[in-house]
């Protein structure tokens, strides 16, 4: 039955999602605030930084100790995707979304307002709470509610992730590190906002299910399915976790390496902005890309690009624009993936968490592990290190499609 236009329905029924076989998981409201939303992690997850100069000052911190923020952020973040997961199946889509926007909002106000340094950081592992379950409920809401269009959407949504990574960097330096806590709890108000948005989200469908086992010859072919998929989902979580650590290490290493061979500091500081807005422009760029090619080439040509990139990176007068092309390259990975992954092991119940989890200890792991190796061979090997972290991924997605039509080939 097709559905009639949107501009035809009454008001109120136009804010609901729509039931029934062909279920709208979003209203056009509701769609919109996700996004609003995945800008809002965005911007939450990029303030830490820039903020730690006022916090060193009104808590009296060294840097390593005022850097335990963006930790507590990331662990509550992880804790939040593993913990909303298991649950997801017992209750619906707008509590897990509702639960997560209001942890969020109290976590960013707690922040702005923390009388001691262990308030602050109990306040930032809420807000990571809330990061974790937007983060998981909306990838997954949007990888299963969009049936086709599941790698657009997704990288539309994951693209204003990147919108407020830029923009809230921006802000504090608009008004001043000092301000910071006026950023955290306007933040934390609009996340409370959010939560008018949620009469929208079907409350039925999305969350991720035990397959029904059948008998005879199905129920076999399903266990060797099985059997088979939980090498590729290890895969998965592989590439995860090192892409992520990937992106990363190039936010966080391209300044140094750049100023290493000969470039000025605001440069180098300019040109790993670019990096990060490259890799928004290149989450639109590749949406009509994924009506017309398959996820698993999307994602194998990403990482050959990013490999090529990160190679050519080692050329001094090439550097800056080859992360920039990094950047636009790596861009796909993360949403596309997600995609590939619930069409490639639909029978893993919590495939999707476990993947957005191990990207969260990819990009805190990144850093000390890099540093590491770089403390000893020097920062113009930061190229060469990135470039062989690279091509493990893409070694992980061919292993990955030649293993799933293998797979799929014994049924």
Not at 183 to 195: C, K, N, Q, Y
Not at 297 to 324: D, E, K, Q, R, T
Request: proline share 6%; net charge positive; glycine share 14%.
């Amino acid at each position: 039955m097709t559905e009639p236009p949107l501009t035809s329905r009454t008001a109120p029924e136009a804010d609901r999602p729509q039931e029934g076989p062909g279920v709208r998981m979003f209203s056009t409201t509701a769609l919109i605030a996700s996004c609003v939303g995945f800008a809002l992690i965005g911007a939450l997850q990029s303030l830490y930084g820039p903020a730690i100069p006022a916090l060193r000052q009104e808590y009296g911190l060294t840097p390593s100790a005022a850097g335990l923020a963006l930790s507590a952020h990331f662990t509550g973040g992880v804790a939040g995707v593993l913990v909303f997961n298991r649950v997801h199946g017992r209750v619906g889509n707008r509590s897990l979304l509702g639960t997560s926007y209001a942890l969020m909002a109290l976590g960013s106000l707690g922040f702005a307002l923390a009388p001691s340094w262990p308030a602050a950081l109990f306040a930032a592992l809420v807000s990571g709470l809330g990061f974790g379950g937007i983060d998981y409920g909306l990838n997954q809401l949007f990888a299963v509610g969009f049936g086709n269009r599941g790698a657009a959407m997704l990288n539309v949504l994951n693209a204003h992730f990147g919108i407020g990574a830029v923009a809230g960097p921006a802000l504090i330096g608009l008004l001043g590190p000092g301000r910071y806590m006026v950023v955290f709890a306007a933040f934390g108000g609009v996340s409370a906002l959010l939560l008018f948005s949620l009469r929208g989200v079907s409350d039925k469908g999305g969350s991720p299910v035990t397959p029904v086992e059948g008998t005879g010859a199905d129920a076999m072919g399903a266990a060797v399915l099985r059997r088979s998929m939980g090498g590729v989902l290890a895969a998965f979580v592989a590439l995860y976790v090192l892409h992520v650590a990937v992106e990363a290490g190039v936010g966080g290493w391209e300044p140094t390496h750049l100023e290493t061979v000969g470039y000025g500091s605001a440069f180098a500081a300019s040109a790993t902005s670019v990096y990060w807005f490259m890799m928004t422009v290149g989450r639109f760029l590749v949406v009509p890309l994924t009506l017309r090619l398959s996820e698993p080439v999307i994602v194998a040509v990403s990482c050959v690009g990013m490999v090529g990139c990160l190679g050519l990176a080692a050329v001094p007068a090439a550097a800056p624009y080859a992360y920039a092309g990094v950047g636009l390259f790596i861009a796909p990975i993360f949403p596309t993936g997600l995609t590939w992954l619930n069409r490639t092991v639909p029978t893993a119940r919590r495939a999707g968490a476990y993947v957005i989890a191990a990207s969260m200890i990819g990009g805190v792991a990144a850093g000390p592990a890099f540093g590491g190796v770089i403390e000893w061979s020097g920062p113009r090997m930061v190229p060469v290190l990135l470039c062989a972290t690279a091509l493990v991924c893409l070694a992980l997605v061919l292993w990955i499609h030649r293993a799933t039509g293998r797979a799929k080939a014994a049924l």
